[in-house]
C-alpha cells in the first residue's frame, strides 16, 4: 500500500483508519516529580492545599491512597496524610505538552488534542511510511521519553472510542490494541459507565442485573425504536439520531453507536487537526 491509499475492510466498501489515543501517566504530577528528584516516589497533587482547594492531578503514588484529580483537597489530605500538595505551574505544562506536539508532527499532520496531556493521532497514512499502528505508538511512546522524560500510555484502533478506551487497559507506560476483529466483543463487554455521558448517577439507576454491559443496554434501548437488533442504523453516531428516544435521552444513543461501529468497523468521527 502506498501513502495516500485507502486501506479498505475485507467487503471493500469501509475505509478501516489506525488511530492512536496518546495519553500522558499523571501528567501534571509526573513533571513536578521529573523536575523535583524529592518528589520522586512519593503521593503527590498538584492543586491547593486549602479547605477550598481541588486537586488538579494526583501521581500515581497518591491514587494508590484513593486520590483521584477533581477531588476536594481536604478528602485527599485525609485519605492520604503524607500527601505532598505542589502549586500547579501550568506554563511548564503547556511548554511539555508543545514538545510533545512536536513529536506527533513528525508521525502525521492529523493530530486532534483533547487537553494537554492527551490526543488523538490518525496514522492511517504517515510520514514514516510505517503500516503497523502499534509500531507507530511504540515509536512515539519511546520518543516522548526521550525528549521528556515522561512515559505515555497509548490505545490503537480503528475509532476513537476504542482507541480511548484502550489506552487505559495497560497503564501507566503501557500500550493495548483493539483490533476490528475484537471490537465488537470488547464494546459490547464494556461496563455503561465507561460511556461519555454516563455518569455515576445514571449508570447506578441503570444497574438492573440485565443492563450491567452495553449489549444488554443496546437491546433494551433498540427495543421500543424502529432500529432493529441485526440492522445498523447508518445514521447513528451522525446528524441524525434516536435522541428524541426517552431511553435514549437518559442512557444516551452513545452505546447503541459504538455498538453499531464497532461490529461495522466504521469510524464516523474523523479526527480533527488541531482539535477544530
Do not use: W
Request: aromatic fraction near 6%; charged fraction near 25%; charge should be positive.
Amino acid at each position: 500500500m502506498q501513502p495516500g491509499d485507502k486501506p479498505t475492510t475485507d467487503n471493500g466498501d469501509r475505509d478501516i483508519r489506525k488511530i492512536i489515543h496518546v495519553d500522558m501517566d499523571a501528567f501534571f504530577a509526573s513533571v513536578e516529580q521529573r523536575d523535583d528528584p524529592q518528589l520522586r516516589g512519593k503521593p503527590v497533587a498538584v492543586g491547593g492545599a486549602k479547605k477550598r482547594g481541588v486537586v488538579a492531578a494526583a501521581s500515581y503514588e497518591a491514587r494508590q491512597f484513593g486520590v483521584r484529580s477533581a477531588m476536594p483537597s481536604a478528602t485527599a489530605a485525609r485519605k492520604c496524610p503524607e500527601l505532598i500538595f505542589v502549586k500547579p505551574r501550568f506554563e511548564v505544562y503547556k511548554a511539555v505538552s508543545a514538545q510533545i506536539h512536536e513529536i506527533f508532527g513528525e508521525y502525521t499532520a492529523l493530530v486532534e488534542p483533547l487537553s494537554l496531556d492527551e490526543s488523538y493521532l490518525d496514522v492511517t497514512d504517515n510520514f514514516k511510511g510505517m503500516a503497523i499502528a502499534s509500531e507507530i505508538a511504540e515509536a512515539i511512546r519511546a520518543r516522548i521519553f526521550e525528549v521528556t522524560g515522561l512515559t505515555a500510555s497509548a490505545g490503537i484502533s480503528y475509532n476513537k472510542f476504542l482507541a480511548k478506551m484502550a489506552s487505559g487497559h495497560k497503564k501507566p507506560n503501557g500500550q493495548f490494541v483493539i483490533t476490528p476483529a475484537k471490537g465488537p466483543a470488547f464494546v459490547e463487554t464494556l461496563p455503561i459507565e465507561k460511556f461519555h455521558g454516563i455518569g455515576p448517577a445514571t449508570a447506578a439507576r441503570m444497574k438492573a442485573p440485565s443492563l450491567t454491559t452495553s449489549m444488554n443496554t443496546g437491546r433494551h434501548l433498540l427495543k421500543d425504536t424502529s432500529v432493529g437488533a441485526d440492522q445498523p442504523d447508518r445514521n447513528l453516531g451522525g446528524a441524525k439520531s434516536h435522541a428524541t428516544h426517552p431511553k435514549i435521552d437518559i442512557y444516551g444513543h452513545q452505546i447503541v453507536a459504538a455498538l453499531f461501529n464497532a461490529r461495522q468497523s466504521v469510524n464516523t468521527r474523523p479526527c480533527l487537526q488541531g482539535g477544530r
